[in-house]
């Protein structure tokens, strides 16, 4: 959310390499992960070559089906044959040194006629200034995201070349939407929308081509974040209406209209070809704040960036696979920040504890169905400033929804 307000961090902490004295020694980032699905009797590649860190001379198959090559530059490729099933096997990197380095790697092997895709695992993600506020940041952002299983990412705070390395290393295709947004995907991008300083949008977009005749449209947003509603609502007070009416002074209530009316020739074929809206809106959600949750005292506040989305035929994700707003918050502001650090117009309540809220989120609408979403961080996150070891390179929760595809 702070993508202003905290930028005095950036010369405390930068993005850091492996150590030193790892350097020479081979590792992959994570002992296991997957590669995108293959389909039994078409030609397959993929790459795991931008996932180990050392000394790397030379990638190798040490043990796995015949099907399966491994090159030395680290392409996976082959033709499954219908038996294939989900295949498993192990890569080797070698160093100058001799030394290996092995990992398990799995390819979903589809039968023929059946959906490439039948599983989308869908994220949203603000990579806080692109991942340099911890040490050893891009390691641990891939790490999370192999470690995730994650077929596609809308990304905030991009830093102007987080979502282009990412997918680079990890193999996959990408949209580096200037210095904020981007979009990762494990499966061909086969179109991009125009960067924000063209539209004059708080979002991007990107077509995926998930299969012959099976496209995933991917909208992604990032809204202003100051004046902030929860701390107007929680330190403020303020009526309900006065809540809105700063939210219009916020832009967000006109940007979420605008992205919506981008949308809507993609909304409307749907049906054949799904569409997600990621983000980051710097906003709650009205399915939060009801009488059950009475947060801050509220009965409920229609806040527009989630009723817009909703009216336009959108799905929350998230409160799709978890309906009660009580038994499963999924706060995804903020992991680190726990005390509230002034500003906003709200100084004299510096020191107080941080409002906490769910203001990321996975939208849907076509065939697709949320079967679990989560907001999730890896390790125990310490707070700022205790923060630049963390295991979690960001200062928002990311959103992991898993979709089922019709």
């Known amino acids: ?15 850091q390499a492996v150590p030193a004295n790892a ?54 490729t082959g033709t499954p044959p219908a038996s294939a099933g989900t295949t498993t096997f192990t890569v080797e990197a070698r160093g100058a040194t001799g030394r290996v380095a092995t990992a398990a790697v799995t390819v979903r092997v589809r039968p023929r006629g059946a959906a490439l895709v039948p599983e989308l695992k869908a994220m949203s993600w603000n990579l806080w200034y692109g991942g340099t506020q911890v040490n050893e940041g891009r390691v641990k952002q891939l790490r999370f995201l192999l470690d995730s299983d994650v077929d596609v990412v809308g990304m905030q705070e991009t830093y102007s070349t987080s ?25 061909p ?22 299969d012959e005749g099976r496209d995933l449209v991917v909208w992604n947003a990032h809204l202003g974040y100051t004046p902030y509603g929860p701390y107007d609502a929680c330190f403020g007070q303020y009526s309900v209406k006065r809540l809105l009416s700063r939210e219009a002074q916020a832009g ?5 209209e605008q992205i919506v009316a981008a949308m809507s020739g993609d909304l409307a074929e749907a049906d054949r070809h799904p569409v997600l809206l990621t983000g980051d809106f710097n906003a709650p959600s009205h399915l939060d704040w009801t009488p059950a949750t009475q947060r801050c005292g509220y009965d409920s506040v229609p806040w527009p960036t989630s009723v817009i989305p909703e009216q336009a035929g959108l799905k929350d994700s998230f409160r799709i696979a978890n309906p009660d707003p009580v038994a499963a918050p999924g706060i995804t502001w903020s992991p680190v920040y726990k005390t509230f650090t002034g500003g ?3 100084n004299s309540h510096k020191g107080e504890p941080e409002p906490q809220d769910r203001i990321d989120f996975v939208h849907y609408k076509g065939a697709l169905r949320a079967t679990a979403s989560q907001a999730v961080v890896t390790g125990t996150p310490k707070p700022i400033p205790d923060h630049v070891d963390n295991e979690w390179t960001s200062d928002h929760a990311a959103v992991l929804t898993t979709f089922t595809v019709g």
């Open 1 to 15: 959310m702070r993508f202003l307000a905290a930028a005095a961090l950036l010369a405390v902490v930068v993005l």
């Open 23 to 76: 350097v020479d020694v081979p590792h992959f980032i994570t002992d296991s992960f997957a590669l995108r699905n293959a389909r039994a009797g078409q030609p397959y590649a993929a790459t795991v070559k931008g996932l180990v860190q050392g000394d790397v001379q030379s990638f190798a198959k040490a043990n796995g089906p015949d099907w399966v090559t491994v090159a030395a530059d680290g392409t996976v």
């Open 163 to 187: 979502a282009k390395e990412l997918a680079e290393a990890l193999g996959w295709d990408y949209y580096q939407a200037g210095y904020d947004m981007g979009i990762i995907s494990r499966y």
């Open 189 to 210: 991008i086969v179109s991009r929308g125009p960067l924000p300083e063209e539209s004059g949008l708080a979002g991007i977009t990107a077509r995926i081509r998930l």
């Open 252 to 256: 967000r209530t006109e940007q979420i």
């Open 344 to 346: 906003y117009g709200h």
